[in-house]
């Protein structure tokens, strides 16, 4: 029978204090707040962190400092209107837009770092507006969440670090930096090893959830159905980049195998890992030993 092995280190009463940050006040209608989308998404994923940073040997202490930066990754995107942050990105990978701040750069060279969603709007505004995504001050928000994500994020934490000092939690400047790896890679290309592996945890794990998640497939991936095959290509995918590294998907692969993320993947898919999905994880697992 396998063993869950996804612990949540701080409290429950902590995480879900931490999960309300992601409410955000809308800014169409004084007075009312806008839920977190998918907040058990931030839950889920920083259970599977603390498990890969406990099996690559960091301390229990160390993993629970972690894991609440894994509770806030998401939280740039606070404020997050799925129909419009969908209909937007939808219509960009359609279209072969870069929707990441140094994708976006590579294909644009001349986009001063920062400044991504401007560069995105002044091209891309007039022909969003013509499919029939209006483009208002709303609408650019959502733009921001991804392509000026930095940005985003800092204001957020900025507003909410007196919060934050009031639960007495041991906020460090590396939880920030490795909250915006997926995003900006380059910015820990001078960090110490360990800042760069927990930022790796972080991001296969958010996104091997992302890629398991039913909600999020049906919100804003246009996607019919999660497998694990699709989620163990996109971590390859990042590994062959560079974004994380062999060792991380492997312990993903192995812990998955071993039955420790069962419970998580139940409930971003709606439904159990099969015997065969296992048995094909270990096959491969046993073909490159």
Same mark, same amino acid.
């Given at each position: 029978? +396998?063993?869950?092995?996804?612990?949540?280190?701080?409290?429950?009463?902590?995480?879900?204090?931490?999960?309300?940050?992601?409410?955000?006040? @809308?800014?169409?209608?004084?007075? !009312?707040?806008?839920? %977190?989308?998918?907040?058990?998404?931030?839950?889920?994923?920083?259970?599977?962190?603390?498990?890969?940073?406990?099996?690559?040997?960091?301390?229990?202490?160390?993993?629970? *400092? &972690?894991?609440?930066?894994?509770?806030?990754?998401?939280? %740039?995107?606070?404020?997050? @209107?799925?129909?419009?942050?969908? $209909?937007?990105?939808?219509?960009?990978?359609?279209?072969?837009?870069?929707?990441?701040?140094?994708?976006?750069?590579?294909?644009?060279?001349?986009?001063?770092?920062?400044?991504?969603?401007?560069?995105?709007?002044? *091209? &891309?505004?007039?022909?969003?507006?013509?499919?029939?995504?209006?483009?208002?001050?709303?609408?650019?928000?959502?733009?921001?969440?991804?392509?000026?994500?930095?940005?985003?994020?800092?204001?957020?934490?900025?507003?909410?670090? +007196?919060?934050?000092?009031?639960?007495?939690?041991?906020?460090?400047?590396?939880?920030?930096?490795?909250?915006? =790896? =997926? =995003?900006?890679? @380059?910015?820990?290309?001078?960090? +110490?090893?360990?800042?760069?592996?927990?930022?790796?945890?972080?991001?296969?794990?958010? *996104?091997?959830?992302?890629?398991?998640?039913?909600?999020?497939?049906? @919100?804003?991936?246009?996607?019919?159905?999660?497998?694990?095959?699709?989620?163990?290509? =996109?971590?390859?995918?990042?590994? *062959?980049?560079?974004?994380?590294?062999?060792?991380?998907?492997?312990?993903? !692969?192995?812990?998955?195998?071993?039955?420790?993320?069962?419970?998580?993947?139940?409930?971003?898919?709606?439904? $159990?890992?099969?015997?065969?999905?296992?048995?094909?994880?270990?096959?491969?697992?046993?073909?490159?030993?």
């Amino acid at each position: 029978m +396998p063993v869950e092995q996804a612990p949540l280190l701080v409290t429950q009463g902590l995480a879900r204090t931490l999960l309300k940050l992601y409410a955000y006040p @809308d800014p169409r209608r004084p007075g !009312r707040l806008i839920r %977190g989308y998918d907040c058990p998404h931030a839950l889920r994923t920083a259970r599977m962190c603390a498990a890969l940073a406990l099996r690559l040997g960091y301390t229990p202490r160390h993993v629970r *400092q &972690f894991q609440i930066a894994c509770l806030l990754h998401d939280l %740039g995107r606070a404020g997050l @209107d799925w129909r419009l942050f969908g $209909s937007i990105w939808s219509w960009a990978r359609r279209h072969g837009i870069p929707t990441r701040p140094a994708e976006w750069r590579a294909v644009y060279p001349r986009t001063p770092e920062g400044r991504e969603t401007e560069a995105f709007l002044a *091209q &891309f505004r007039h022909r969003l507006e013509t499919d029939g995504i209006a483009m208002d001050a709303w609408a650019c928000e959502q733009v921001e969440m991804r392509l000026g994500y930095a940005r985003r994020l800092t204001r957020r934490l900025r507003v909410l670090r +007196p919060r934050l000092r009031k639960l007495r939690l041991d906020w460090s400047g590396w939880m920030e930096r490795i909250m915006l =790896y =997926y =995003y900006y890679p @380059d910015r820990l290309n001078d960090a +110490p090893g360990w800042v760069r592996q927990l930022a790796e945890i972080l991001v296969a794990c958010e *996104q091997f959830e992302a890629h398991s998640n039913r909600r999020r497939g049906r @919100d804003y991936y246009a996607r019919a159905t999660e497998s694990l095959s699709e989620a163990f290509a =996109y971590l390859s995918k990042l590994e *062959q980049k560079g974004t994380v590294s062999r060792s991380v998907v492997t312990t993903v !692969r192995e812990l998955v195998v071993e039955g420790a993320f069962d419970t998580v993947i139940h409930q971003a898919r709606g439904r $159990s890992v099969s015997s065969r999905e296992r048995a094909v994880l270990r096959a491969g697992m046993e073909q490159e030993t």
